[in-house]
């Protein structure tokens, strides 16, 4: 059993490599069935959202019958769904943590009211940028305690679907970016095993479980051999399963020959984590809705969502 369908797909309108129509082509040559693009709109990568849209419009119309494609963003905890209209699913992403005391703990804030580095000045500190800037977050504003950082992190994680109502919850645990890089590199800050790190983390997903909306397992960090296992990691995938929650598979490919890098790998250690399915994405009537699609735009390929279960 394979998966033929992505839905994590970043092109050159934002920080991916080939256009859409290359990403495409590549989609029809390896099988798929399905492809989601998903663009940044966040305060570090955001797009010509109208130019953007125009774009899958007219892939949706060209390679209509041969490919389900469909036209998805990729949002940020920090900022709102305003940003991105028309669009017909969101993945809800958390790539920064606001300052203890920002006003952004209280609501999301428009990209015209935020900058790269912060809303009126440094608010928020990117957990994906690099290793420095990570560290000099950390020991700024919680005295070089990684731990403490990382709870903040789900703390604002698990507001996640409150605040952006998203189809489906982006690489969950992204704080841990660096942390596979030796101590050397500015790695290792975290023991990923430890309850100081675990429960603030399993916490933030117990509460997001109960909005209905799969998380996303994230292969990108595998496939650019920045870390060992996908986000996220083998013993919150397990509380997952436990917890009941439902999950899909996301390459985040950023180069096109990556859109189903690991795949085949991973869907061994998903059924070995308890879970029975994956789901994939489709516009094909499956009676489960997927919540928070939104069906919008110019597009006359357009319509509901649903999510449909492969059975592993």
């Not at 940028?129 to 789900?154: F, H, I, N, T």
Request: aromatic share 10%.
């Amino acid at each position: 059993m394979t998966i033929k369908g992505n839905y994590h797909t970043h092109t050159s309108f934002c920080d991916g490599r080939d256009t859409p129509e290359q990403v495409v082509e590549m989609a029809l040559r390896k099988g798929f069935r399905h492809l989601g693009f998903s663009g940044h709109m966040d305060p570090g990568v955001s797009m010509d959202f109208p130019q953007y849209e125009a774009e899958i419009c007219r892939l949706q119309d060209k390679y209509q019958g041969r490919l389900e494609i469909l036209r998805g963003v990729e949002l940020d905890n920090v900022t709102g769904a305003e940003c991105a209209p028309a669009v017909e699913y969101a993945i809800g992403s958390t790539h920064f943590i606001p300052i203890p005391g920002s006003e952004i703990w209280n609501r999301t804030f428009g990209l015209d009211e935020i900058c790269e580095d912060g809303i009126n000045g440094d608010q928020i500190i990117c957990v994906d940028a690099s290793p420095d800037v990570l560290k000099s977050g950390c020991e700024r504003y919680y005295d070089g305690d990684y731990y403490a950082m990382s709870q903040d992190y789900y703390r604002f994680e698990a507001e996640v679907a409150k605040r952006l109502k998203p189809t489906f919850i982006g690489h969950f645990d992204l704080i841990t970016r660096f942390n596979d890089l030796s101590p050397e590199e500015g790695g290792h800050f975290l023991d990923e095993r430890s309850g100081r790190y675990l429960q603030p983390a399993m916490d933030a997903m117990q509460s997001l479980v109960a909005y209905g909306i799969p998380f996303e397992i994230n292969l990108g960090a595998v496939n650019r051999g920045r870390k060992r296992e996908p986000y996220p990691r083998t013993e919150l995938l397990k509380a997952l399963s436990e917890m009941g929650g439902e999950v899909l598979l996301s390459s985040d490919a950023h180069q096109m020959e990556k859109l189903d890098g690991g795949f085949d790998f991973s869907l061994h250690e998903i059924k070995a984590c308890g879970f029975r399915h994956v789901n994939v994405l489709t516009r094909e009537f499956s009676g489960k809705p997927a919540l928070n699609s939104r069906a919008l735009g110019q597009g006359v390929v357009s319509g509901p969502l649903y999510w449909k279960e492969i059975e592993l």
